[in-house]
């Protein structure tokens, strides 16, 4: 038996166990059922709230893609304009490019035809002045080429004598006393008329029809004679010898290795051989001078101290004599009156050689012992205008 309390008024029933348990089950699925309806409302609402929570977040949601999508829209229109623009600045720099390229290319093609223009009027050039030479030796005797070998030379620096060297000296070699003599000496000195450049030429030819051909090497020992002869720096053979020979053909060939200062060209050379020397000569001569002026320095001083000493070896003489006399008179004192000439004739004596030292002594000045250096006088008045 089961006991239920009543609530209300407090009285005490008695139920069996199949009642009891009816009156557990209607009571339990009362309180299930509303506690079920609760829980279905408190879900109803949940979900009603979490709909909206979630509509609210997918509202934001959606907001920041749209804000999103349109900030990558706003900086894709940018791009794209961005991209027009460098497109359309690529297109100019490329129009340029192209216009510059083309623009390049043509001053290059006109520089290049300007220079196989160039090249083709020298090598017309040289044509012609090679086909003056071959119809410059055939129409002469053995003798006549070498003559005019000289006169063309002589006429080129001719041509250009009063303004390329006014004061130069380039003259025919007429002296042979010592057995032979070159064909021209060039000689040049400064305003202050010291020389600065001295070239011995000697002009080789041969007609193309000689049967014993010469070489240029056969010239060189008289070439080095003749310039040492005639006191002259440099030695320079201007040669048409050995016309197929490349190393004469090239240019200026120092041949020093083997006569000193001698170089070998072609006529074409000729004046430009000489001013390459001469320009070459005038920047030494600047510290050539510089020399000189240091050798006259070193004279004055060795003019100095001979003055110098020369005082010096002076007055010790006087001053030795005086000594020796004023002794002597001493020691004639000494030894007797009676010797009270000799004794006066040693006193004047030594006198007189005192006198003398000690005008010496006086008339010491230094104007006296800078004469002959000028340039230790120079030092002495700056001294005495700089104390």
């Known amino acids: 038996m089961q006991e239920i309390k009543c609530p209300n008024c407090g009285e005490v029933f008695q139920v069996n166990e199949s009642d009891y348990a009816q009156i557990v089950k209607q009571v339990r699925n009362k ?46 229109e940018t791009a794209i304009e961005r991209l027009k623009l460098q497109i359309s600045n690529s297109e100019n720099v490329k129009k340029l490019a ?37 119809d410059f030796k055939s129409r002469l ?3 006549m080429i070498g003559e005019s070998l000289e006169q063309h030379c002589l006429n080129q ?41 001295s070239i011995m030429f000697e002009m080789k030819n041969e007609m193309d029809t000689t049967a014993t051909k010469h070489k240029n090497e056969d010239f060189f020992k008289e070439l080095d004679k003749d310039r040492r002869e005639k006191g002259c720096e440099y030695a320079i053979l201007v040669s ?46 600047q510290y050539q001078r510089e020399l000189q002026i240091v050798k006259n320095q070193q004279v004055d001083i060795m003019n100095f101290e001979d003055n110098m000493n020369a005082f010096k070896e002076g007055f010790a003489r006087n001053y030795r004599l005086a000594s020796e006399k004023f002794n002597m008179a001493i020691e004639e004192i000494d030894k007797s009156i009676d010797h009270l000439t000799k004794i006066k004739t040693a006193l004047l004596s030594s006198e ?36």
């Open 31 to 76: 309180e299930f059922e509303q506690e079920l309806e609760n829980r279905k409302k408190d879900m109803e609402e949940r979900r009603e709230n979490e709909i909206k929570i979630a509509c609210m977040q997918q509202d934001k949601k959606y907001m920041e893609e749209l804000n999103k999508l349109n900030g990558e829209l706003k900086e894709k």
């Open 98 to 134: 192209v216009s510059e390229a083309i623009e390049k290319k043509n001053q290059d093609i006109i520089d290049k035809s300007q220079k196989i223009t160039e090249l083709m009027s020298q090598l017309k050039a040289k044509d012609e002045q090679i086909e003056y030479y071959k």
């Open 240 to 285: 048409l010898l050995e016309g197929d020979n490349e190393y004469y053909n090239s240019g200026i060939v120092d041949v020093s290795y083997k006569y000193e200062k001698m170089y070998v060209i072609r006529p074409q050379f000729f004046i430009p051989m000489i001013t390459l020397l001469r320009n070459a000569a005038l920047n030494s001569l």
């Open 352 to 387: 007189n050689n005192l006198r003398l030292a000690n005008n010496k002594a006086e008339e010491l000045t230094i104007k006296k012992l800078t004469k002959n250096a000028p340039s230790v006088k120079a030092m002495f008045d700056e001294l005495k205008n700089n104390p």
């Open 157 to 197: 620096f001719n041509m250009i004598r009063m303004t390329a060297f006014p004061n130069a000296y380039f003259e025919k070699d007429n002296d042979a006393k010592s057995g032979s003599k070159g064909d021209f000496i060039f000689r040049e000195s400064s305003e202050d008329g010291n020389e600065f450049i």
């Open 141 to 143: 005797s053995t003798k």
